[in-house]
Structure formats: C-alpha cells, structure tokens
C-alpha cells in the first residue's frame, strides 16, 4: 500500500519567506509527527496530531512555526518569515495510533528546505 | 542528560561478518519502547526492531537482533551476516510511554552511526 509521502520533495526560498510543506500519512492512521533533520541538531521533534485532539506542538523552535491536520489526514506545516537556520530536511510520520506497543512510525521521504 | 546515546559515529565491517551497533538510553519512564531504524543514503528513514521496556525476550527481526540489557540501560543493535546494502545512517530512538493520556508520543533519536560494509 502507499507509504507516507511528503511535498514539494526540495523547496528553496529566500530568507524572510513563508514556506508551505505538505503531508499524506497512511490511511487510516491516527497519530501524525513532523520531525526536523539538520547536521547541527539531529533529529528534533516539532509537533504532534492525534485524531481530533489539540496538537502537541511542544517541540515548535518559535512561534513562526505552525501547524494544522486538515480532516484527521493531511498535514501543512507552515514556517513564516523563514531564516537560514530553518534550512534542514522536514519528516513527516504516521503511525496506526498513539498507544503503546511496537506501533512503529512510518517516515515519509522528507521536504528538503534551503533558506538563501 | 541526553536520552539516547550512540558513541560510535562510524563503523566499518566486512561483508558477511556480524557487527553490533551500540545504544544506550536514559529514561525514568518505566514503561518505554525502544526503536532502531535505517536512514540509506536515499534519505528515508526505514523501521528496523523494537523492543518494548516489559519485554522478556530480545527482539529479532531476521538478520537483526537486539541485545536489551535493561538494567544497564542499553539496546544494541546487532545485524549478522552484513551486505553491501547494510551501508547506511543508523538512529536508536526512545518512546517514552507516560500514564497520563494524551501524552505525545514521539520518539528521541540518537545522534546516528554511519555503518561502512566493505567487500
């Protein structure tokens, strides 16, 4: 079945932009993160969904990052008035809900987003 | 107090030999789950093993195992009969499992081995 996807695959912008990232999880699941990749930080969560819940949005580096689940499915983070420190790869992960359990996250291929 | 520790950066093995990726994890949880994925060249991150903090056994999944040393607060990834197609960035990652609900349920990575298969 399809796996998670994640668009625009690259997007480079110019410091002071907004940037839209897009993401599809795995029908049917409930629980949806956004993770950052960067040489200098890891891996770092940003935000969490779970169905129809308030997001966990405790891992946000700022308030120019937001985030919304449209419908239980898609999700668009958002960054305004991008910096050059918000370049890194965006991942995007589902998984069948937020229980215990294996419940392993499946990752999207990630938005690779460069700040000129 | 970082959460997941990796202290090998990289690592080299020859093909068809058996190397063990280290992992050690701080939680005061006592529920957790403990997570190994692969992150090829490609970029996709690729869910390998998981073994849960009440499991009794260690985790295997085909040429993977995981070596749980719960007391000693370690998950080591060990992949036998190595490939060609093994090379690639290895995470360890955290879930910690809180009671409370509604809790985010993200995992902690670590900072990642770039494991080598040489022919």
């Known amino acids: 079945g399809a796996g998670v996807s994640q668009s625009p695959s690259n997007k480079v912008t110019e410091k002071g932009k907004d940037v839209e990232l897009r993401c599809d999880p795995i029908s049917g699941h409930t629980a949806l993160y956004w993770y950052r990749q960067s040489l200098g930080q890891g891996l770092e969560f940003l935000i969490y969904?779970?169905?129809?819940?308030?997001?966990?949005k405790s891992g946000l580096p700022s308030d120019r990052f937001s985030a919304e689940r449209t419908g239980g499915s898609v999700s668009t983070l958002t960054i305004q008035r991008t910096q050059q420190e918000d370049s890194a790869v965006y991942l995007c992960?589902?998984?069948?809900?937020?229980?215990?359990?294996?419940?392993?996250?499946?990752f999207g291929p990630g938005t690779r987003l460069t700040v000129l | 107090a970082q959460k997941i520790t990796q202290t090998q950066p990289g690592m080299f093995v020859q093909e068809k030999e058996a190397v063990t990726l280290d992992c050690t994890y701080d939680?005061?949880?006592?529920?957790?789950?403990l997570f190994w994925y692969k992150q090829p060249s490609s970029g996709e991150m690729i869910f390998l093993i998981y073994q849960g903090s009440y499991d009794q056994q260690n985790a295997t999944e085909g040429r993977y195992s995981l070596n749980f040393q719960k007391a000693r607060k370690s998950a080591n990834l060990v992949i036998s009969a190595s490939q060609l197609g093994d090379s690639a960035m290895y995470f360890c990652?955290?879930?910690?499992?809180?009671?409370?609900?509604?809790?985010?349920?993200?995992?902690?990575f670590g900072s990642g081995t770039q494991l080598t298969v040489l022919p």
């Open positions: 992960a589902s998984s069948l809900d937020s229980g215990t359990g294996k419940n392993e996250q499946f």
């Open positions: 990652a955290m879930r910690e499992d809180p009671i409370s609900s509604g809790s985010a349920r993200q995992l902690t």
């Open positions: 939680t005061s949880d006592p529920s957790y789950g």
């Open positions: 969904f779970q169905g129809n819940s308030a997001p966990d």
